[in-house]
């Protein structure tokens, strides 16, 4: 057994990432990229600095909803999408951050398809060495956190402590995330139920519901 293989076998221990392997070719790498604490928090500053300006700006759209037409041009569909929770935009985003001759430079602000989660979570402790800080490794309960007071909040008392997660069903890639939603709020007293977004139903008398199961909060993999 090569040692690609051992790590591999450790990935996929995890329930999580099932996926080792792309195109016959490891995936990933067994040595682990490690920052220096400076570098780390300068990194952490610039993409704070990014969501601060995104903040800003979906402020700046709540105030004047003109602006989803004039400058955006959004979809009808995109549309409902921001007017259903604006001006939240995000409990989670992923900065794309890449070290340039001109400094720390962020290509993109991912907010809507928090895709590499699940890995980040999982190939963490596999990476850990002594002497090292895992930078997500609360990063699944922390998501867990806000998805709760966001529910507590919005949800009236005595509903189902019922998720549902939502995901494209035809894409097998958002399945590791999947996993990882359903182990983490399973692991927290929910129960889960899985369906693609053709799958939720709504009326006045029970709320939402998927695959006919009232639930209290929905988990997405992606914006539809």
């Given at each position: 057994?090569?040692?690609?293989?051992?790590?591999?076998?450790?990935?996929?221990?995890?329930?999580?990432?099932?996926?080792?392997?792309?195109?016959?070719?490891?995936?990933?790498?067994?040595?682990?990229?490690?920052?220096?604490?400076?570098?780390?928090?300068?990194?952490?500053?610039?993409?704070?600095?990014?969501?601060?300006?995104?903040?800003?700006?979906?402020?700046?759209?709540?105030?004047?909803?003109?602006?989803?037409?004039?400058?955006?041009?959004?979809?009808?569909?995109?549309?409902?999408?921001?007017?259903?929770?604006?001006?939240?935009?995000?409990?989670?985003?992923?900065a794309d951050v890449f070290v340039t001759d001109e400094g720390l430079q962020i290509a993109e602000l991912n907010c809507d398809t928090p895709t590499g989660e699940a890995e980040a979570i999982v190939?963490?402790?596999?990476?850990?060495?002594?002497?090292?800080?895992?930078?997500?490794?609360?990063?699944?309960?922390?998501?867990?956190?806000?998805?709760?007071?966001?529910?507590?909040?919005?949800?009236?008392?005595?509903?189902?402590?019922?998720?549902?997660?939502?995901?494209?069903?035809?894409?097998?890639?958002?399945?590791?995330?999947?996993?990882?939603?359903?182990?983490?709020?399973?692991?927290?007293?929910?129960?889960?139920?899985?369906?693609?977004?053709?799958?939720?139903?709504?009326?006045?008398?029970?709320?939402?519901?998927?695959?006919?199961?009232?639930?209290?909060?929905?988990?997405?993999?992606?914006?539809?």
């Amino acid at each position: 057994m090569t040692t690609y293989e051992a790590f591999a076998r450790r990935i996929t221990a995890s329930g999580i990432v099932t996926d080792p392997w792309l195109a016959g070719e490891p995936r990933f790498r067994e040595e682990p990229v490690i920052v220096g604490a400076g570098e780390a928090r300068e990194m952490y500053r610039v993409a704070e600095r990014v969501a601060e300006v995104y903040d800003e700006l979906c402020s700046m759209v709540a105030d004047e909803p003109e602006l989803c037409d004039s400058f955006f041009g959004l979809t009808p569909y995109q549309k409902a999408m921001w007017l259903a929770s604006q001006p939240l935009w995000h409990a989670i985003a992923r900065a794309d951050v890449f070290v340039t001759d001109e400094g720390l430079q962020i290509a993109e602000l991912n907010c809507d398809t928090p895709t590499g989660e699940a890995e980040a979570i999982v190939l963490g402790p596999l990476a850990a060495r002594a002497g090292t800080i895992d930078p997500n490794r609360d990063l699944a309960t922390r998501f867990a956190e806000i998805a709760e007071v966001l529910a507590a909040a919005t949800v009236s008392k005595g509903a189902p402590k019922r998720a549902g997660i939502v995901y494209p069903t035809e894409l097998p890639e958002d399945l590791s995330l999947v996993r990882l939603y359903k182990k983490t709020f399973e692991a927290r007293g929910w129960s889960i139920v899985l369906g693609s977004p053709y799958n939720l139903t709504h009326d006045a008398a029970r709320g939402l519901s998927l695959f006919d199961e009232p639930i209290s909060l929905v988990l997405r993999s992606r914006r539809f």
